[in-house]
């Protein structure tokens, strides 16, 4: 056959195919019509068919399931059929009487429904029409006549057959009955006037329906429901039961397409409003230019300009800049993304692209200007100076300087220094910062990083976000209105991480020197150069901080205070600085020396000073109201008047030591906190038992083996300390670490934890002068531990006169202030035995 000619018959066949549609889809409407119009002659036409009569109603007939539908008596429906096993059925009914059980699925996912998931109650119909489509499926016209129940299946190939029983409706009367069948058809002239599917032929006829039977199986063929509920209504036997049915489902479906009309008139009315003031503001646009006057979007495009121009931005902002303002000028001011572009604009002329404060680099005034603000911090003081000096020098030979041959052209020029202040709380970490603004003469931005666990609080949101921003560098930046602050990042020590980033990573880029000259924040796509800013932060702890952030800065250790230091700061700022907060004047009331060390020994056991201040303001105010009380005003504090206001001392140290090591097996150790250090008491107690040995005090891995380690140097010598061989065999031990809420880890307690079970075993006690801090080894070697400082600064606290520690961490006793070595005598050892032969007390 030739090509065209093939072309010619695939066209006529598919206008064939497409007629044959038409006409089927019209026999549809028109046998509901007919249904709902002449009922009772169809009835009378088809006595003759033998699904009229109950009588030669057929016992078995084929099944054909149906899913996700229901076809009800007295209707007609188009169905579609696919299946194989469908398809048989259909071609061997077409040769008989036409008649076929139609039966709903239970589960309309199942492709073959088997007998076990079909309902029992269907409907007998007769094929009026079959139509082959191109696909190799069948579309059939059925009528359904008759209600039925399935007694049981006797064939389920080639297709299902069933023994059925006819089950008849009961159809009462009365006025009951009448009214419930005007109701329903009342409903459903309302649905169909809110859906425009629904023919106006359709519902006249309905509304012209007597037959409370038919009424109920008509409008349940054309309204929409759910399976279980159509089989429902088969399956009811009264006729008043299924037009009760009815009213519900017909109810439900007014009140949902009633409000869903709700909705569009309302989206309906704020689109023509849209669209009203945008009609409007064009005709305000054609008047403004008909009178020569500018619109307020023009006016909002020039500032933006003149703001772009001025502002100094690098050539990448610039460019971008200009491109999202053309943009603007082109949008309306209704439309969305307007808001956007202007917000995003506002931010990029605001930030401060070449403002930058002078610094004052006079070295002799920053001295000044810190150690007026803060007592000793010598080594941060030092630093900064370094840092103008570096300063001062390179403007002055700046000239000189880029004449040399040297030049990196893989790493950036650094300007800026990023340091970390590491140290406990109250030792005037935050406040420095501001000490360092104001010797330098630059502006001071604070912000807090405690807690922070969300990535786009550095860098940003996108800009597609709804409600997005930049991070709280570039926000702080705009406040401050300066490229070069000191910029204080708090508590870095304590970031957070979760499921929307890691904080600590997106600072990396931040707090390194060869990268910030770029930073790019995610809200405004374009480099910022954060080069020129000092950022300082400040944590508590190193080891919570990510080893590559901690790489990146300059690390600065903070102890605490001696007492005298703590005199120092409490009668330069911490007294003057109370005395105006609670309204007394500065030569109004004074502290005697003796005052302040009752105070800094017995009411406040610290590294900083913040409880030191605390309780200055509550001595204060005590005085203040004993004024006003018309008692006698205290002009000069002393002692007995700490006394007598505070109370009770809190803290006892000395006395507490040597309460707890009167007694053998109680040693005092020294142990590092966050906070700074502390002293540590080990208490060691034996019972008869079988060699067990409990260790408790909320206690970490490190330090159960540590106590497992000095017990076992304890056993293997247990003869040189004059220790009975068997005495283990027979005896159970308890170390017990007080205080048993704080957790505690670490190898440091070694030493005390040998030297505890040595004096109980030998029944000794210990100095009650004597602390010790170091790990131990099977063998009694002494290792190196950290943390001296900051716990020699606890011992001399606690009044401790000889410490014992290791031989290899004797350098780090340089770093302590003058009193400390000379109130204490520190002792190096190398080796257990030399603390337990001079930390007991010795035989008279």
Sequence with gaps: ????????????????????????????????????????????????????????????????????????????????????????????????????????????????????????????????????????????????????????????????????????????????????????????????????????????????????????????????????????????????????????ILTRESEVLNLGQKIQNEAREEIEKVQREYYLREQLKAIQKELGESDEQEVEVSEFRIKIDKAGMSEEADKMARRELDRLSRLPTAAAEYGVIRTYLDWLVSLPWSKASVDDLNINHAKEVLDRDHYGLDDIKERILEYLAVRKIRLQRKDDLSKQDYKDSIRQEREGVILCFVGPPGVGKTSLGKSIAAAMGREFIRTSLGGLRDEAEIRGHRRTYIGAMPGRIIQALRRVETRNPIFMLDEIDKLASDFRGDPASALLEVLDPEQNVEFRDNYLEVAFDLSQVMFITTANQLETIPAPLRDRMEIIQISGYTDNEKVKIAENYLIPRQLQENGLLQDEVIFEEDAIRTIIRQYTRESGV??????????????????????????????????????????????????????????????????????????????????????????????????????????????????????????????????????????????????????????????????MTGEITLRGQVLPVGGIKEKMLAAHRAGLKTIFLPKENKGDLDELPEEVRKSIQFIPVDDVSQILKKAMVSEE
């Excluded at 079909?118 to 499926?137: C, K, M, Q, S």
């Excluded at 016209?141 to 209600?147: D, F, H, I, P």
């Excluded at 206001?645 to 000395?654: A, E, I, N, Y």
């Design 610 to 771: 913040r409880n030191l201040e605390r309780t200055i303001g509550s001595v204060l105010r005590k005085i203040v109201t004993r004024k006003f009380q018309k008692k006698r005003l205290i002009k000069k504090v002393t002692v007995k008047h700490v006394h007598e206001m505070l109370g009770r001392p809190t803290f006892m140290p000395s006395e507490e030591i040597m309460k707890r090591t009167s007694i053998p097996g109680v040693a005092t150790g020294l142990a590092w906190t966050p906070t700074g250090g502390e002293i540590l008491f080990i208490e060691a107690s034996q019972m008869p038992g079988n060699k067990q040995f409990k260790i408790t005090g909320s206690i970490g891995n490190v330090m159960e083996e540590s106590a497992i380690a000095a017990l076992t140097f304890v056993r293997s010598h247990a003869k040189e300390y004059g220790i009975e061989p068997d005495f283990f065999e027979k005896t159970d031990i308890h170390l017990h670490i007080p205080a048993g809420a704080t957790p505690k880890d670490g190898p440091s307690a070694g030493v005390t934890m040998t030297t505890a079970l040595v004096s109980l075993l030998t029944k000794k006690p210990i100095r009650p002068d004597v602390g």
């Design 1 to 248: 056959m030739p090509a065209s000619r093939w072309k010619t018959d695939i066209f006529e066949i598919l206008e064939m195919f497409a007629d044959e549609e038409r006409d089927f889809n019209e026999m549809v409407l028109a046998m509901n019509m007919d249904d709902l119009m002449n009922n009772e002659q169809l009835i009378e036409e088809d006595q003759q068919s033998p699904t009229r009569k109950t009588d030669e109603f057929p016992e078995e007939i084929p099944i054909l399931p149906l899913r996700g539908l229901v076809v009800f008596p007295q209707t007609a429906v188009p169905l579609t059929i696919g299946q194989p096993r469908s398809i048989r059925l259909v071609d061997e009914v077409v040769k008989t009487n036409r008649l076929v059980g139609l039966v709903a699925s239970k589960d309309a996912s199942v492709d073959e429904p088997s007998p076990d998931t079909l309902y029992r109650f269907g409907t007998l119909a007769i094929i009026h029409r079959l139509f082959r489509a191109p696909d190799g499926t069948i579309r059939l016209l059925v009528q359904g006549s008759s209600r039925f129940k399935i007694k049981e299946f006797t064939a389920t190939e080639p297709f299902l057959k069933a023994l059925v029983k006819v089950e008849p409706e009961k159809v009462e009367s009365g006025l009951k009955i009448e009214a419930l069948a005007r109701n329903v058809r009342d409903q459903f002239i309302q649905i169909a006037e809110l859906v425009p599917s629904i023919p106006s032929e359709i519902v006249a006829s309905i509304n012209s329906l007597q037959d409370p039977l038919q009424t109920v199986y008509n409008i349940a063929n054309l309204q929409r429901m759910e399976v279980e509920d159509a089989q429902e209504i088969l399956e009811l036997n009264s006729t008043s039961d299924k037009l009760r049915k009815l009213v519900g």
